[in-house]
C-alpha cells in the first residue's frame, strides 16, 4: 500500500508527496493481521517444544493470552495479561474440565482478541511512524514485537512446565508475580486487553 517509488518521492518532494494517512492507517491495520498470524506461529512452536498441542480450544486461548502479555506495554495492560496468563495456567495445571469450551467459543474470542490487537499495534504504529518512512519503522516495530512474543511464550511455557511437575512452586503465588515483558510505557499508552473477560462474555468458563 505504501511502496518504495512513493517513499522516494516523499523523500525529495517533502511532506505533501507523502503517502495519505488513510493509506497508512490501512497498511498498519492489514499489517497487524500478519503479524498476528506470526506471532501465533511461533507461539504455537513454543508450545510442542514444552510439549503442549496448539490445536487444542485450551492451549489456543493460551497462546493469546501469551500474545496479549508479549505485547502489552503500559502497566495496567501487562497486570491484565498476566493475570490472564496465570489464572490460565492455574486451571491448566489443575486439570480443570473445559465442557463447555468448544470451537464455537474460541472462535468467538479469537475474533475479539483479534482487534483489540490490531487496535493495539495500529496505534503503537501510528504513534511512532513518519509517512515517508512508515515501511521502515512498521518493520522495526514488527520485529521487536514478535521477539517480546517469544520471549513471553518461552517464559510462560516454561513456568507452566515447571509447574505441573513441581506443583508446590505456584503455592501463594499472586497472579501479578509472571515476569515483566518488554519495556514500560505510559498508562495512556496501551489499552488492557482480559482474554478471560473475552472468553467469559463468549459463553465459556469465567475464570477471572
Do not use: C
Not at 519503522?137 to 513456568?159: C, F, K, M, Q, S
Not at 512452586?169 to 497472579?175: A, D, F, H, I, N
Amino acid at each position: 500500500m505504501i511502496s518504495g517509488g512513493q517513499l522516494a518521492v516523499a523523500a525529495s518532494a517533502g511532506a505533501a508527496a507523502a503517502p495519505s494517512g488513510g493509506a497508512i492507517v490501512g497498511a498498519f491495520t492489514a499489517d497487524a493481521a500478519v503479524v498476528l498470524g506470526l506471532a501465533s506461529r511461533s507461539v504455537g512452536q513454543i508450545s510442542l517444544l514444552y510439549g503442549y498441542d496448539p490445536e487444542e480450544p485450551a492451549e489456543k486461548l493460551f497462546v493469546m493470552s501469551v500474545v496479549n502479555a508479549g505485547t502489552a506495554t503500559s502497566a495496567t495492560a501487562k497486570t491484565a495479561a498476566m493475570a490472564d496468563i496465570s489464572r490460565l495456567t492455574q486451571a491448566l495445571v489443575r486439570g480443570k474440565a473445559w465442557d463447555v469450551l468448544n470451537e464455537a467459543i474460541v472462535a468467538k474470542v479469537s475474533q475479539q482478541f483479534a482487534k483489540a490487537f490490531g487496535f493495539r499495534l495500529t496505534k503503537k504504529g501510528l504513534g511512532k511512524a513518519v509517512p515517508a518512512f512508515g515501511i521502515i519503522v512498521g518493520g522495526t516495530l514488527n520485529w521487536t514485537t514478535l521477539e517480546a512474543i517469544v520471549d513471553a511464550a518461552d517464559t510462560a511455557y516454561r513456568r507452566r512446565f515447571l509447574l505441573e511437575k513441581y506443583p508446590h512452586l505456584g503455592e501463594g503465588e499472586e497472579s501479578e508475580s509472571f515476569p515483566d515483558v518488554g519495556p514500560e510505557a505510559q498508562d495512556d499508552a496501551d489499552e488492557e486487553i482480559s482474554l478471560l473477560g473475552e472468553l467469559a462474555e463468549a459463553g465459556g468458563p469465567d475464570l477471572r
